[in-house]
């Protein structure tokens, strides 16, 4: 039987004026000193014996010892004075004592490797104070946050902590020359992005300031109302670890998201939390908003100052009016930037193992979209899709398959010419139906796949390989020794 997860929230709980209780004295509680140690006001060690790294600690009178088995009577007494209490014994009946005891008191309290017994986890931390990155697997895998947390310590500049610590310094001033709360998070967004944040890292504050300086004059120079802007954003076939790194950056920047129905939730979970979310998005025969309604609505936004994000799954400049919306804005000289994205038919192709290109079968690769018209006929130009030698791609096709089928078969390819459907590409729930001209409708309608699917034509189909599809990493949740 599965046990189901634990749901945690990750805080960060303010500790520095309390105390805090450490019951154990071996290696495991060791840990768990070097995390309370400078982030509580006193710590309490509470073991028959400790560790010569704790024996130290009590010696320079960095904490408090207890000496002695753990009595129940005591530990109530003490417990309403404590922060948190952290059970590091291998004693399970005293891990249970003091369990209980806290809980009963509303006293948070982690057993080491107890979930059950616990009421808070601790994370794999990377530690730049001010700058602290937890992170978890809400206790599912230890191992793996030490390696996140490993990647992370990578990518954080030692001096990060420095950086911040001067950016603090700056803040009262800086909001006294501007006042709005736009202007200044713009300024700050230029500062991180720009040499003034290097100048910061470098430990040239003097450098810093100045550069900062020259950034708050130009946002003093602007009308109160902010320039807006529109970022036409591909969000990629569905696995949010393919985003770009240009398209992440963005998506935590910006005030409001405008996004449509192929953007998988996991991907939208990458944007900033505050920012508004409105959704666009358009199935068959079922639109939220029109695209002229849509091009307005991004007009509209950006003339307000906001900086919006139009999120489209795939590449917006691939049957994604992209194009449409860019001419849109520029024509009304709003500032636009496009940052692209993995195409629904590079990823879903990839996803499901299935090269668009083969030396052996497939020199070119033809893009087409089955959206029929309003009679339910297609428009597409039959004899050139119909050879042999090449892959074709039909996107927005499933409500045209059959139609699709025939006429390819019509201008010239064989019945048993191969077909692959792929559901939902890329995410956790894809699936890869494989047949052929003659027979891939009824085995779409058999397998009840619904939109969105991607359709791909051709020998390549053949050569697809045994591939797991990548499953997108959505950590949110918590624990790991630190």
């Known amino acids: 039987m599965t046990m189901k997860p634990f749901s945690y929230l990750p805080i960060m709980m303010r500790t520095g004026q309390r105390d805090a209780l450490l019951i154990g004295g071996g290696q495991v509680a060791v840990q768990k000193m070097r995390l309370l140690k400078g982030r509580c006001r006193r710590?309490?060690?509470?073991a028959e014996s400790v560790h010569p790294e704790l024996e130290a600690l009590i010696a320079q009178g960095q904490a408090v010892f207890r000496q002695g088995r753990v009595e129940e009577q005591a530990l109530r007494e003490i417990l309403p004075e404590m922060a948190v209490v952290f059970a590091a014994t291998d004693d399970e009946a005293v891990n249970e004592m003091v369990s209980?005891?806290?809980?009963?008191?509303?006293?948070?309290?982690?057993?080491?490797?107890?979930?059950?017994?616990?009421?808070?986890?601790?994370?794999?931390?990377?530690?730049?104070?001010?700058?602290?990155?937890?992170?978890?697997?809400?206790?599912?895998?230890?191992v793996l946050a030490r390696r996140v947390r490993q990647m992370v310590e990578a990518m954080l500049p030692a001096r990060v902590g420095e950086a911040a610590r001067f950016m603090q310094q700056q803040r009262g001033w800086?909001?006294?020359?501007?006042?709005?709360?736009?202007?200044?998070q713009r300024v700050w967004e230029s500062f991180v992005d720009g040499p003034?944040?290097?100048?910061?890292?470098?430990?040239?504050?003097?450098?810093?300031?100045?550069?900062?300086?020259?950034?708050?004059?130009?946002a003093e120079g602007v009308a109160t109302r902010p320039q807006g802007e529109v970022w036409l954003v591909g969000a990629g076939p569905g696995n949010p670890d393919w985003l770009t790194l240009a398209a992440l950056r963005?998506?935590?920047?910006?005030?409001?998201?405008?996004y449509d129905n192929l953007v998988a939730p996991e991907v939208?979970?990458?944007?900033?939390?505050?920012?508004?979310?409105?959704?666009?998005?358009?199935?068959?025969?079922?639109?939220?908003?029109?695209?002229?309604?849509?091009?307005?609505?991004?007009?509209?936004?950006?003339?307000?100052?906001?900086?919006?994000?139009?999120?489209?799954?795939?590449?917006?400049?691939?049957f994604g009016r992209g194009g449409e919306e860019m001419e849109s804005l520029l024509a009304a000289h709003v500032p636009v930037r496009v940052v692209p994205g993995i195409t629904a038919a590079n990823g879903c192709a990839v996803a499901a193992g299935i090269p668009l290109t083969h030396r052996d079968c497939a020199q070119s690769c033809i893009m087409v979209t089955g959206h029929a018209r309003a009679d339910g006929t297609l428009n597409?130009?039959?004899?050139?899709?119909?050879?042999?030698?090449?892959?074709?791609?039909?996107?927005?096709?499933?409500?045209?398959?059959?139609?699709?089928?025939?006429?390819?078969?019509?201008h010239g390819l064989p019945a048993h010419w191969p077909v692959a459907v792929i559901y939902r590409g890329s995410c956790p729930d894809q699936r890869c139906v494989k047949g052929t001209l003659g027979t891939i409708t009824a085995l779409v309608q058999q397998q009840g796949l619904e939109s969105p699917v991607l359709i791909i034509v051709g020998e390549?189909?053949?050569?697809?390989?045994?591939?797991?599809?990548?499953?997108a990493s959505s950590e949110s949740t918590s624990k790991e020794r630190a």
């Open 460 to 471: 390549v189909v053949h050569h697809r390989g045994a591939v797991e599809p990548p499953v």
């Open 196 to 218: 003034a944040y290097e100048a910061a890292l470098a430990g040239e504050e003097a450098s810093a300031r100045h550069q900062l300086e020259q950034l708050v004059e130009a």
């Open 100 to 142: 209980r005891q806290a809980h009963a008191l509303r006293v948070p309290v982690c057993v080491v490797d107890n979930q059950e017994l616990s009421s808070f986890i601790t994370p794999a931390l990377v530690d730049r104070s001010p700058v602290q990155v937890a992170i978890t697997t809400g206790g599912a895998s230890p």
């Open 43 to 46: 710590l309490h060690i509470w």
């Open 174 to 184: 800086l909001k006294a020359r501007l006042p709005h709360v736009k202007q200044r």
């Open 380 to 410: 597409l130009h039959w004899p050139s899709l119909a050879r042999k030698g090449q892959t074709v791609v039909i996107y927005m096709g499933l409500s045209s398959i059959g139609e699709l089928c025939q006429q390819m078969q019509g």
């Open 268 to 318: 939208l979970d990458r944007v900033r939390r505050d920012a508004e979310r409105v959704y666009v998005g358009k199935k068959r025969s079922h639109h939220t908003l029109p695209q002229r309604d849509i091009e307005s609505e991004l007009l509209r936004r950006a003339q307000r100052g906001e900086r919006v994000l139009r999120l489209k799954g795939g590449d917006p400049f691939v």
């Open 250 to 258: 963005l998506m935590q920047n910006a005030d409001s998201v405008l």
